[in-house]
């Protein structure tokens, strides 16, 4: 027989039930907490992110690791704009700046170049909540040097560098170097009706065949650029005569053909190519 429990008993046994639950959640929240931590510290360390925080006067109230050996002369307490800017007011390309001016955004991005090195960073500030840190802002610093360089010489289709990078690296490299070579301009003859014919999207997939045939079969001392369309230009190297680069190059059209044949059987290609040796 059972008894059944008492208004009493069942209070007592409600409220501990409560407070077991209370606890292992407060664990539970606790370990999420922790792992959440971890995961934005692995994050930060994997992107290299560069930041530190101002209050709402300018002045650097945390700095991080990465910061600070970027910036070893700043110290707390400092105003931004004077030892990072060196500037005497607020910098002309100040991301807080930008939220200050842009009334119900918690968030600004600008990119800034710098004459001092000659590279470019993106600043982005974010305005923090918190109740410890109301009024502040997180900045981070990031160099997009590199992303810029590639966005502005590189052929975004095929990956091979245009005309401008194609032009500089050339000078370099045949002034650098005691190798015999040849300039070769290639083109697909009707690549319009190709397009038409097939599609666009055959076309580019064309254009990018013959890029990374032209990347595989080029070495170190060699160049290959898309200059627009179906247009490229590569720079190759021969030994004792120009005719070896022709052959090189014939070797790359076959093998485009033969890459396209099997899916578009009806598909005429016939390419051109001029060749110029340089002295």
Known sequence: NFKPWTYSETAALTSVTRMIASYFFK????????????????????????????DDEYRIVYLSESIKNIYPQL??????FETIGKCRHQCDACPIK???NNGGHNSYSIETYSEDDGRWRLLSAITLEEKHNKGRYLVCIADVTGFLTRV???????????????????????????DNFVVAFLGICGFSQLNDEFGYSTGDRILRKLAGQLTAATNENELAARIKGDDFLVLLTYRKDISEAAVRINGIFGMISRLMKPEYPGMQLDFMCGLYGLR
């Open 27 to 54: 664990i539970r929240s606790l370990r999420e907490l922790e792992c959440e931590t971890e995961y934005n510290s692995a994050a930060m360390k994997a992107q290299n992110s560069n930041y530190y925080v101002v």
């Open 75 to 80: 110290n707390l307490g400092e105003q931004c």
């Open 98 to 100: 930008g939220i200050q």
């Open 152 to 178: 502005k010489y590189t052929d975004q289709l095929t990956g091979l560098m245009n005309y401008d990078r194609f032009v500089a690296n050339a000078v370099r490299v045949t002034s650098r170097d005691n």
